[in-house]
């Protein structure tokens, strides 16, 4: 009844099987079988009788290998086919669909993910005059990038990256594909150098060419190119002065040279020639060989957005200039040489994300910050700092991840953290905070927060008619740029499970923790730190806190890491803690614990070293038995004959030494006249005395 049908949507389910019911919709012009679990033969035969089939979507879906390769030459013509991220039951790499080989009409083609191997198919190409889009980017194509003889001017984005492809980039591909406006080949293996005609291609808008082996300089051309947004050119091994690259800048937005082997002083460039504001939002020079102070000039980048400058050798201090960057979105310079204090004119007010960790900044936290009420993660680890948390710090409303660990902050928790709702990872360890943990911290709600993560600049296209091919194609290529847009990744360090882990993406959207170990925090466990219910990871080690372990932790069940070791805690392990079924990581060493050790559930898992220091537990684990009031602990055979015999030799050393001393008096006595004289002048005295005293 449905022979007429032109149209086929049924993506986003759950349909299984093969696609044999639909061999009778032979009118169909457009069908979307995305995201599904159908299995669909790799040759498509039972599509092969539609004759008007133009659009064809089957991304995530299960590919099937077929006994024979079919050699079938469908009907169809189609002007658009998508086949992402599909799977074999085999696993194994595929060659592609020979139905490919029959078509003469394609406009846009997406086989992106499926393992094909092989080389590169620029017969598609060949055969599609009208092709504008291809990508091919997660497979595995190999050999080198051999281009076709003939322009081809009606393509407009390529995307080849992560294959397996090598060798130097062609020369010719400037000439080849005169319109290009997108060229996106990195994860591969490409070498040699940038080739100078990309600069002149007057359409190209996007370049990346990433994670290569590419030698050299930096075109300052291409760099100039007033039609180039994003050059992508990290994890290479480009080298010379990357001031030039930047200030030539002339419509580029986004520049991204991090990974290389740029080296020299970014202060050593005279910059009276160039015009401020350059046209760069982001600027990623993280992981090279930059040393000296940070220029003066950054300062008058006012459209600037994002900067890494991390893991360099950049020293000194912040300029005072970074105060007129009102655009700031990201800051990262962590792991350089950087001293001095921050400017307490540094307030941003769209400023998400500060990352200054493994400097040797100092001072106490100033009034920096204190304006910028968008900040959501704060990383001060590993500097010089000193003083307390400011009370000002409620004023950051959007605070979710706030990192000081390794400083010389001192003083009280402020309770002003318990009205930062937002946040939901605290690291304050390794510093000198004193006083009780405030109750409040109960509060926090730690709640998964996307703000966490940085998300691209883009506005989603409209669409008013998915029957539309351009539109269609839209919104695939928005999808696929949303991915390449989003290179500078947020992601912090936080310390459980006895290790120091790296959370970016979805991970750390998810991830909650509070770290207050190592201070001089005194006082007992608030009761209400049980009310973390969304919490991952608790660490209260090396502090001075004392009494017992509240059984309101039971009520962590989200809890995979608590640390409770080397405090003053006493009483015994509440039972009700075996419930934790999530608790990856428990330690209570070295408090003074008592009583025996619970055995269920996970608490079954966990080894001696979890215990060690705490005389009065007792329980298997630690090989010692208990008693029936499950306090007092029994000594074994073993140790009985060991404290005998320990009694035995100190009553066999003191009757050895006492006969020894004595034999020694009567050798003097008997040696020296003089002596032996005096003894008994002394033993007749006193033998006189006592018979007069009786």
Excluded at 109 to 132: A, H, R
Excluded at 189 to 215: R, T, V, Y
Excluded at 382 to 404: A, E, M
Aim: charge should be negative; hydrophobic fraction near 35%.
């Amino acid at each position: 009844n449905l022979t007429s049908l032109r149209e086929l949507d049924i993506s986003n389910n759950r349909f299984s099987g093969n696609l044999t019911p639909l061999a009778s919709l032979t009118s169909l012009r457009a069908i979307s079988l995305s995201s599904n679990h159908f299995q669909i033969p790799i040759s498509f035969v039972p599509l092969a009788n539609f004759p008007n089939l133009e659009v064809l979507l089957a991304d995530e879906n299960k590919l099937e290998m077929e006994p024979s390769f079919h050699t079938l030459v469908p009907k169809f013509q189609l002007k658009f086919i998508s086949l992402s991220k599909c799977r074999t039951s085999q696993q194994l790499s595929l060659e592609l669909p020979t139905f490919l080989y029959y078509q003469n009409d394609l406009r846009f083609v997406d086989l992106s993910q499926n393992n094909f191997s092989g080389t590169v198919p620029f017969w598609l190409l060949e055969n599609n005059t009208k092709l504008e889009d291809l990508i091919l980017k997660g497979n595995s194509f190999t050999g080198p990038l051999t281009l076709l003889s003939t322009p081809n001017s009606n393509v407009s984005s390529i995307d080849m990256s992560d294959n397996k492809i090598q060798g130097p980039l062609p020369t010719n591909i400037c000439s080849t594909f005169p319109h290009l406006e997108q060229l996106f080949l990195s994860k591969n293996a490409f070498q040699g150098n940038i080739p100078p005609c990309l600069s002149a291609m007057k359409n190209l808008s996007m370049l990346d060419l990433s994670n290569n082996q590419l030698a050299g300089k930096v075109p300052q051309e291409l760099v100039r190119k007033s039609s180039l947004f994003l050059l992508r050119l990290s994890n290479n091994n480009l080298n010379g002065n990357v001031v030039p690259v930047i200030l030539n800048a002339n419509g580029l937005q986004k520049l991204y040279l991090d990974g290389n082997n740029f080296s020299g002083e970014m202060t050593n460039f005279d910059v009276s020639t160039f015009q401020f504001p350059t046209s760069l939002t982001d600027i990623d020079l993280s992981n090279n060989r930059l040393h000296g102070k940070l220029p003066r000039w950054i300062g008058n980048m006012s459209l600037l957005e994002r900067l890494d400058l991390s893991n360099n050798g950049v020293e000194g201090s912040i300029p005072v200039e970074f105060c007129n960057l009102n655009n700031f979105k990201f800051l990262d310079l962590s792991e350089n040489n950087l001293s001095g204090s921050i400017p307490s004119c540094f307030n941003p007010p769209n400023l998400e994300h500060v990352h200054l960790h493994n400097n040797r900044l100092g001072g106490p936290l100033s009034l920096a910050f204190n304006k910028s009420t968008s900040l959501v993660t704060l990383d001060l680890r590993g500097n010089n700092f000193t003083g307390g948390i400011p009370k000002w710090i409620d004023t950051l409303s959007s605070l979710s991840v706030l990192l000081l660990k390794a400083n010389h902050l001192q003083g009280r928790i402020p309770v002003q953290l318990c009205t930062l709702y937002s946040l939901s990872i605290i690291d304050l360890s390794q510093n000198r905070f004193s006083g009780p943990i405030p109750s409040c911290l109960g509060n926090l709600t730690l709640p998964m927060n996307k703000d966490k993560t940085m998300t691209p600049d883009l506005m989603s296209p409209t669409f008013s008619e998915l029957d539309e091919l351009k539109l269609l194609k839209t919104g695939i290529l928005f999808e696929h740029m949303m991915h390449s847009y989003s290179y500078m990744k947020e992601s912090v360090e936080f310390t459980t499970k006895s290790g120091s882990f790296s959370y970016g993406g979805d991970i750390l959207e998810y991830m909650s923790g509070i770290d207050l170990s190592c201070n001089e925090l005194t006082g007992q466990i608030p009761l209400e730190l049980g009310n973390l219910r969304e919490i991952h990871s608790l660490n209260l080690s090396r502090n001075k806190l004392v009494g017992v372990i509240p059984s309101s932790f039971s009520k962590l069940k989200q809890i995979e890491s608590l640390d409770l070791s080397y405090n003053n805690l006493s009483g015994e392990i509440p039972n009700q803690l075996v419930d934790l079924n999530s608790l990856g990581v428990f330690s209570v060493a070295h408090n003074n614990l008592s009583g025996s050790i619970p055995e269920q559930n996970q608490f079954g898992t966990f080894i001696e070293s979890s215990y060690e220091g705490n005389p009065f537990l007792c329980g298997p684990i630690l090989h010692i038995s208990c008693s029936k009031t499950g306090s007092i602990s029994t000594i074994s055979d073993d140790e009985r004959e060991d404290s005998f015999l320990d009694t035995y030799v100190f009553c066999v050393s003191f009757l050895a030494s006492y006969v020894v001393m004595l034999l020694t008096i009567v050798a003097i006595l008997y040696i020296n006249p003089y002596w032996r004289g005096v003894w008994f002048s002394f033993v007749g005295k006193c033998i006189t005395n006592c018979g007069q005293s009786s």
